[in-house]
């Protein structure tokens, strides 16, 4: 039997990505003209990547390690989550990207390390998605930068989504023809990155076409479509999830029509945070109440109050977005006040669900 990491030495892993995801938003905000506390506006420079690979890198590292149940492969979030923590304290510069290139690296051999185990297209897509994060962070080391990786970031939780929700799809799976076109779209979004690289216009438009296609596919053959008709937690999730696609498919349309993921106008916030905010913290919204019990063995009981934070994330990156688009700074500005909200009130309501769950004997 191979060794795991007990639940109570997991819990520091999952808080150092959450010091960083407070400490992004802080930065975010600085960035919007709001007052934060000085720690928060000195990590203002680094915003993305603390979002990015300092929390849902250590996140998504940290429920790899559990499912692999190996302890090596916790390697990989403790390296992220002190990444995220080096780029708060200011440690020399190539410290950060040098940790998070190392947690990518473990979570990518996790990855193929599964693959190999069980070949199957949802395993492939997760370990092509830990390979554009290990690319992104790479690259990142070597002197790039950071608008220059993003979209390597930005491939890496689209193709993990993806790859996950494939698998969760096997309930309903789809035809051999739909499984080719997701190949096909995948193998696509891989070359438009790589495009990038050389000529950032043409690959980054390239890319932002294949997320509308594959928006548009996981809203077709995503199960959430049928048990978005269930009750409780089950909706929930499938409300989290179908929203999540629209913001994908509004991203990608944005970023087309502004000839690419590329800064340089407002038009690029709108893209990025409806793709990073609207679609990826959609999934987290939506995935935490099944994540948390299996990280940190604790039940997570429903309660309709979890559709709050959702509510406000999409009232407010509505906002926010038309005032990118508008150039009405005073709107986009709100907007992000109340993301960082919804955000608050998402953690408050998972803290608040752990201590219903501590009083109650089943999960709900």
Avoid at 34 to 41: D, F, L
Avoid at 109 to 127: D, G, N, P, Y
Avoid at 147 to 173: K, N, Y
Avoid at 276 to 283: D, K
Wanted: proline share 6%; with cysteine; charged share 5%.
């Amino acid at each position: 039997m191979s060794a795991d990491l007990a639940p109570g030495w997991r819990v520091p892993l999952l808080a150092a990505g959450f010091v960083s995801l407070v400490l992004g938003v802080g930065a975010g905000l600085f960035l919007l003209g709001w007052r934060v506390p000085s720690v928060a506006a000195g990590a203002a420079i680094h915003h993305g990547p603390l979002m990015v690979c300092g929390f849902l890198g250590t996140i998504i590292g940290l429920e790899r390690a559990v499912a692999l149940r190996r302890l090596w492969a916790y390697v990989g979030p403790l390296c992220a989550g002190l990444g995220g923590l080096s780029l708060i304290l200011s440690i020399p510069a190539s410290a950060a990207p040098a940790l998070l290139t190392t947690g990518s690296f473990v979570l990518l051999t996790a990855s193929v390390f599964v693959f190999i185990q069980q070949r199957a297209l949802f395993t492939l897509t997760l370990a092509l998605g830990a390979g554009c994060w290990f690319v992104g962070n790479f690259l990142w080391l070597g002197g790039a930068p950071v608008h220059g990786v993003v979209p390597w970031w930005i491939g890496f939780l689209v193709l993990t989504i993806a790859g996950e929700r494939l698998d969760l799809s096997r309930l309903l799976p789809p035809s051999p023809r739909a499984n080719g076109m997701f190949g096909a779209i995948i193998v696509v979004m891989l070359a438009a990155l790589v495009i990038s690289l050389t000529q950032t216009a043409v690959g980054t438009m390239l890319f932002a076409g294949t997320l509308l296609l594959l928006a548009g596919w996981l809203l077709r053959h995503d199960i959430a479509r049928h048990t978005l008709k269930q009750q409780g937690l089950t909706r929930f999730i499938a409300v989290c999830l179908l929203s999540a696609y629209a913001w994908l498919a509004i991203g990608a349309l944005i970023a087309l029509l502004s000839g690419g993921i590329a800064p340089g106008n407002l038009n690029y916030d709108a893209a990025l945070h409806a793709i990073l905010l609207g679609f990826v913290f959609s999934m987290v919204f939506g995935h935490a109440p099944i994540i948390f019990p299996a990280v940190l063995r604790v039940p997570v009981p429903y309660h309709p109050t979890f559709y709050v934070p959702l509510i406000v994330l999409h009232v407010s990156l509505a906002a926010r977005v038309a005032g990118d688009l508008l150039g009405a700074f005073p709107l986009r500005s709100a907007g992000g006040m109340f993301n960082a909200l919804a955000l608050l009130l998402f953690i408050a309501g998972m803290i608040g669900a752990v201590v219903r769950g501590k009083r109650t004997p089943t999960i709900v």
